[in-house]
C-alpha cells in the first residue's frame, strides 16, 4: 500500500510564505512524476505544479515566478515553495505521485489527503 503524506499547510498573511512537503512511504518500485494541485471552495482540482523524475518542471501561470516545485529522490518528497502567496492562493493542496509499483507491470496515481493554505488580506 502506498501513502502520501502531505504537511506544511497553515494560515499565512498575504505577501507570505509556506513550504509544502509530501513524502510517499509503502511499497513500490519508482516514483515517476510529482505534482502539486489544488482546489478552492467551488472550483475544480487544478495543476499548480509539477516535476518529471528528471526534474523537469511546469507551472501554473498564477503561481510562475512565486512558487517553486522541488524534489528529494533519497527521502520519495517533493516539496512546494510558495512565496509571496495572494488570497487567492487560498485553497486545499494535494500531493499526487505517478508510480510504478511493480517495474513494467503495475503502475499507481496517487493522491495525498490534503492541507489547508489560507492566505488572509
Known amino acids: 500500500q502506498v501513502q502520501l503524506v502531505e504537511s506544511g499547510g497553515g494560515l499565512v498573511q498575504a505577501g507570505g510564505s509556506l513550504r509544502l512537503s509530501c513524502a510517499a512511504s509503502?511499497?513500490?518500485?519508482?516514483?515517476?512524476?510529482m505534482g502539486w494541485y489544488r482546489q478552492a471552495p467551488g472550483n475544480e482540482r487544478e495543476m499548480v505544479a509539477h516535476?518529471?523524475?528528471?526534474?523537469?518542471?511546469n507551472y501554473a501561470d498564477s503561481v510562475k515566478g512565486r512558487f517553486t516545485i522541488s524534489r528529494d529522490n533519497a527521502k520519495n518528497t517533493v516539496y512546494l515553495q510558495m512565496n509571496s502567496l495572494k488570497p487567492e492562493d487560498t485553497a486545499v493542496y494535494y500531493c499526487?505521485?505517478?508510480?510504478?509499483?511493480?517495474?513494467?507491470?503495475?503502475?499507481?496515481?496517487?493522491w495525498g489527503q490534503g492541507t489547508l493554505v489560507t492566505v488572509s488580506s
Open positions: 516535476i518529471t523524475s528528471g526534474g523537469n518542471t
Open positions: 499526487n505521485a505517478d508510480l510504478t509499483v511493480v517495474a513494467g507491470l503495475s503502475f499507481l496515481d496517487a
Open positions: 509503502g511499497s513500490f518500485f519508482s516514483i515517476n512524476a
